[in-house]
């Protein structure tokens, strides 16, 4: 499948990217610039050459069909018989995107104005609790896709946030809903119950426990004025006794880990209101313009994938580790881990078939430069190579602090220089014998201070970190997704893998509480089991 690519890998391994920028130009041709955002790739071990093989692979897998399929409503995820359009809930309101004959962009323009309209007289005081009163608090219970949009762009736009607090409970441990109600004064909070399916056990259960939290202080007959609902299953909303225009629903043609661009984005529009949430869908809606435009190299998602795939399934680097040196981005890579892992983590092709390679690669990260204090040690003298995404912004939010904003570029490039440029042995040497060290200390301790360098990194370069930035920015990373998915040939857009372990739980639940035996269990299963139920 990529064996083109491989013979020019085993021609290119023993080069220093460093030799690349011998050529003047080598930075300005390979970075991208698109939405205000520069990508650089330089600092990796691509060459015109090996870029040319990339970009034929985005030929042969005709991502330009696929994609256009994708934007256009046809049902390119086949296994569930779906299609795809995330992308819609951001489209400008006078669109028109056919699925099965019908135009769908009445359905979400009218949701998308229902949703400002709420946030709007929530935010204002207009809609208030059943005893009148403002609404200070928003907890948003939801798992997966259902969470970690909403949660990693409030904090991401926590300087726009000026509506209620928002809180996020995820977990089905209690820990989680117990802490967080305890924040939350009950007369004056709203729950929101986020799910697409509304029946994700998490989910349920948390639910139920606010409500009964609701019941027991504001009193039954008021709780219902407390919830709000976010699902594509209205029967199950309607079930919960939701009241309907408290109900925001999206199509099944919406996966959950793409879903922050509609409904499922309520808490963030209650945080940063309607207009900042349209700037967030108006980022996005315009890195899926220059998506579906931009030829070959020009094209930002294309690239970013293409520096993916060869890192991941040519060079064979297992994982890729995601460094926004923005501190508000502290939940990009947990949102990323789902994006990607979710989405491309499957060894069968769309045909049924084996994957006749590697997966996509393991996820990972944390904001620099708390991670330089943690497992940069390994990224820099570690055995394995970790391809590393850096991202920064040119400008922070605090002015008054530029200075410390300096500090966190100068990290930043830091990293990335140090990854390609290492430290050789000789000068390691010349720096432990300028400490006044000789003989064999002096090549024990050099040794130690080696740095292979010739890592690779990219870094992505954005203005400033305001709604339109973020929309850009978690818009570029699901395209990626998508190509590195065409080229895979993966369905990123179902998953079956996180089915087992559902059915497993839901069977193991009885053995926990005791009313089943565990007798067909495996004998670990049945020690641990036997351990915890004391
Ligand atoms: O179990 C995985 C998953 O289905 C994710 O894809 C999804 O984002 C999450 O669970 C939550 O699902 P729901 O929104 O239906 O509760």
Not at 203 to 214: E, G, K, S
Not at 429 to 457: C, K, Y
């Amino acid at each position: 499948m990529f064996a083109a690519l491989k013979s020019l890998h085993s021609a290119s391994s023993g080069r220093r990217i460093l030799s690349l920028f011998d050529s003047p130009d080598r930075a300005r041709d390979f970075s991208v610039t698109a939405c205000g955002m520069l990508f650089d790739y330089s600092k990796t071990n691509i060459d015109a050459e090996i870029r040319r093989a990339l970009l034929d692979l985005t030929e042969r897998a005709d991502l330009a069909g696929k994609r256009d399929a994708m934007f256009s409503g046809a049902k390119i995820n086949e296994t569930e018989g779906r299609a795809v359009l995330h992308t819609a809930l951001r489209t400008p309101d006078d669109a028109r995107i056919l699925v099965d004959g019908t135009d769908v962009m009445p359905g979400v323009v009218a949701t998308r104005n229902r949703m400002a309209r709420f946030a709007t007289g929530l935010r204002e005081g207009e809609i208030t609790t059943p005893g009148g009163r403002r609404f200070t608090d928003v907890v948003n219970i939801g798992i997966g896709g259902s969470d970690l949009g909403p949660a990693m762009a409030h904090i991401a736009l926590s300087p726009y946030a000026d509506g209620p607090r928002c809180h996020f409970v995820s977990n089905v441990d209690g820990a989680h809903i117990h802490d967080t109600l305890a924040l939350c004064p009950p007369e004056t909070t709203l729950v929101i119950i986020a799910s697409k399916t509304f029946t994700t056990i998490e989910t349920m259960t948390n639910a139920a426990a606010a409500r009964d939290w609701l019941a027991a202080k504001v009193g039954a007959d008021s709780a219902g004025g407390h919830l709000c609902a976010l699902s594509s299953n209205l029967d199950r909303t309607a079930d919960w006794g939701i009241a309907p225009e408290r109900v925001f629903g999206f199509e099944d043609w919406v996966g959950g880990r793409y879903s922050v661009w509609g409904p499922i984005g309520l808490s963030l529009m209650l945080a940063i209101g309607a207009e900042r949430f349209r700037a967030f869908c108006r980022g996005a809606a315009e890195m899926d313009a220059h998506f579906r435009q931009a030829e070959g190299a020009d094209n930002m998602p294309v690239m970013l994938a293409l520096v993916g795939i060869w890192h991941n399934q040519i060079c064979g680097h297992a994982t890729r580790a995601v460094l926004p040196y923005e501190q508000r981005l502290a939940r990009l890579p947990a949102y990323l881990q789902q994006l990607e892992m979710e989405s491309n983590g499957k060894s069968v092709a769309m045909d049924g078939a084996d994957l006749p390679c590697d997966s996509g690669p393991v996820v990972w990260g944390e904001p620099g430069t708390n991670g330089q204090h943690a497992f940069y040690q390994l990224i820099h003298q570690g055995t394995r190579v970790v391809p590393c995404e850096f991202m920064i912004g040119a400008r922070g939010h605090e002015p008054e602090l530029a200075a410390q904003h300096r500090l966190l570029i100068a990290n930043c490039l830091a990293q990335s220089e140090a990854l390609m440029r290492g430290r050789s042995l000789e000068e390691a040497t010349a720096l432990m014998a300028a400490r006044g060290l000789t003989g064999a200390e002096l090549d024990r301790q050099a040794r130690h201070r080696v740095f292979p360098g010739n890592r690779p990194s990219t870094t992505l370069v954005y203005d400033l970190l305001d709604p339109a930035t973020l929309g850009r920015i978690l818009a570029l990373y699901e395209h990626r997704v998508f190509v590195e998915g065409v080229i895979l040939g993966i369905n990123s857009f179902d998953q079956w893998g996180v089915e087992l372990g559902k059915e497993l739980a839901t069977a193991l639940g009885p053995m926990v509480d005791g009313s089943e035996d565990p007798a067909g269990k495996d004998g670990s299963t049945r020690m641990l089991l036997a351990r915890l139920r004391g």
